[in-house]
Structure formats: structure tokens, C-alpha cells
């Protein structure tokens, strides 16, 4: 038993790791390099939305546990529901708004994808992380 389970162990780190260099491969397509800069530029609103949904739930279980303890699994329950679409509504119109802000911002072309991928990758192997600017960076400066 504990040979099977330890099997099965290793065989989901390798697929988590094939994961991985498959998304690091899919790198340099334009599809997800844009779904990939649009999610990186949304992280600042959604760490926001994420502390207040936190502070949400924790605050309104407390309250509705200590004031009613018999049916306030039943509250909670029905709360957390109703929360869950009103932040999902958020989330994804956050998303959605930088989505589209990433697709109307002018793209770089592959070949300058590849060099900022190449620049990146040599100044990570001498160590200077300060210098990784992107093309599109670089030009708005």
C-alpha cells in the first residue's frame, strides 16, 4: 500500500513539474504572453479584493457565531454563497478591464519577445536582476 501511494506521489510532482515547462514553453506565444501580462498587471487590484474578502468572512462569521450560535452555520453558509458571487462579479470585472487594457496596448513583436526573454535570462545568470526591462518598457520611459 504505501508503495502505491508513493507511486502516485511521484507521479503527480512529475506532472506538476511537466506543468510547469510546458507553461514556461508556451512562453513566447502571443495568446498567453497577453493573458500572462494582463494577469500580472491585475494582481495589485486582485491582493486587494483577496484582504477584503478575508476580513469579509472572518468579521461576519465571528458576529453571527457569537450572537447566534444554533443557526449560524445555516447564516454563514447562506452568506458566504452570497459574498462568493458578488466578489466573483468583482474579479472578473477586474480582470476583464485589464484584459482588455493589455490588448489595446501595442504588442511587441516575436522577435522582440525573444530578446526580452533572452536579456532576461542572461542578466539573471550574472545576477543583475535591476537591468530587465522589457522593450515596451524601455520605450515608455
Excluded at 498567453?32 to 483577496?50: E, I
Excluded at 466573483?88 to 480582470?95: A, C, E, Q, T, Y
Excluded at 536579456?119 to 522589457?134: A, D, E, P, R, V
Aim: glycine fraction near 4%; charged fraction near 15%.
Amino acid at each position: 500500500m504505501s508503495v502505491n501511494s508513493a507511486f502516485t506521489y511521484i507521479i503527480a510532482v512529475l506532472v506538476a513539474l511537466t506543468t510547469i515547462k510546458l507553461w514556461y514553453l508556451l512562453q513566447l506565444d502571443p495568446k498567453l504572453h497577453l493573458f500572462t501580462s494582463a494577469m500580472q498587471r491585475a494582481w495589485g487590484s486582485l491582493r486587494g479584493l483577496f484582504v477584503v474578502l478575508i476580513l469579509l468572512l472572518v468579521a461576519y462569521a465571528s458576529v453571527v457565531l457569537e450572537h447566534y450560535p444554533i443557526s449560524g452555520a445555516i447564516i454563514i453558509a447562506s452568506s458566504t454563497i452570497c459574498m462568493t458571487f458578488v466578489i466573483l462579479n468583482l474579479f472578473l470585472s477586474v480582470i476583464l478591464l485589464t484584459f482588455t487594457e493589455e490588448r489595446n496596448s501595442p504588442m511587441p513583436s516575436e522577435d522582440q519577445e525573444i530578446v526580452d526573454l533572452l536579456l532576461k535570462k542572461l542578466c539573471g545568470f550574472f545576477g543583475n536582476q535591476g537591468s530587465t526591462k522589457s522593450l515596451k518598457q524601455r520605450k515608455s520611459d
